[in-house]
């Protein structure tokens, strides 16, 4: 059973900072590309960064050089770093991992950008 267990997100004022992470078992951590994706209302549901298990990252334009992605090896954990962030970065923010060619999606977790 794949299991993502995310935490962070919440209300922040425009260009501030938020940290997400998402942990999951060491298994799945160490062979596995992980990601997260967001889904504004009334939108789909869109890559945000990626990184392999030899850390190459994969950024979707709209946040590089505000965002990074990192992965922990002694944690199993995959974490999103937000900074600069925008009132267009309101959304719902999902942990991904691809797992014998079958996407996990995480519960979700929501951050609000006030401007």
């Known amino acids: 059973q794949v299991q993502l267990v995310e935490s962070g997100g919440g209300l922040v004022q425009a260009g501030g900072s938020l940290r997400l992470s998402c942990a999951t078992s060491?298994?799945?951590?160490?062979?596995?590309?992980m990601g997260w994706y967001r889904q504004a209302p009334g939108k789909q549901r869109e890559l945000v960064a990626t990184i392999t298990t030899r850390g190459t990252t994969n950024y979707a334009d709209s946040v590089k050089g505000r965002f990074s992605i990192f992965r922990d090896n002694a944690k199993n954990t995959v974490t999103l770093q937000m900074s600069s962030l925008k009132p267009e970065d309101t959304a719902v923010y999902y942990c991904n991992v691809n797992y014998y060619l079958s996407d996990y999606w995480g519960q979700g977790t929501q951050v609000t950008v006030s401007s």
């Open positions: 060491r298994s799945i951590f160490s062979s596995s590309v």
